[in-house]
């Protein structure tokens, strides 16, 4: 099992910048692609960003490209989420995931470990 959690999360006026951080253990980190999604009240989860297992290459959701940074430090068994510029909209409970497979995936049934998750708000 791999067990993931999620911090970094809170409240802060549109414009500003958050870093949110998932941090791995239980099973070898380097081994799994990670993904950051969002969730906000009555709506499903969706793609915001992921990274591959050794962290060359990466992939976002239009609505968050530009704005938003996914890294990882596999030394630390983390991966982070630059957040800036943010907006209203944004405003969502963020969960990371982890799979197995090749590639950058996009969706939450290709996701084998999940976060808790972390409150982001943001204030207009």
């Known amino acids: 099992q791999l067990q993931l959690v999620e911090s970094g999360g809170g409240l802060v006026q549109a414009g500003g910048s958050l870093r949110l951080s998932c941090t791995a253990s239980?099973?070898?980190?380097?081994?799994?692609?990670i993904g950051w999604f969002r969730q906000a009240p009555g709506k499903e989860r969706e793609f915001v960003a992921a990274?591959?297992?050794?962290?060359?290459?990466?992939h976002y959701a239009d609505s968050v490209k530009g704005r938003f940074t996914i890294s990882r430090d596999n030394a630390r068994n983390t991966v982070y989420l630059q957040m800036n510029s943010l907006k209203s909209e944004d405003t969502a409970v963020y969960y990371c995931?982890?799979?197995?497979?090749?590639?950058?995936?996009?969706?939450?049934?290709?996701?084998?470990?999940w976060g808790q998750g972390t409150q982001v708000t943001v204030s207009s």
């Open positions: 995931g982890a799979n197995g497979l090749i590639g950058l995936r996009v969706g939450v049934d290709d996701y084998d470990y």
């Open positions: 239980g099973r070898t980190f380097g081994d799994y692609a």
């Open positions: 990274i591959t297992w050794s962290g060359d290459y990466t």
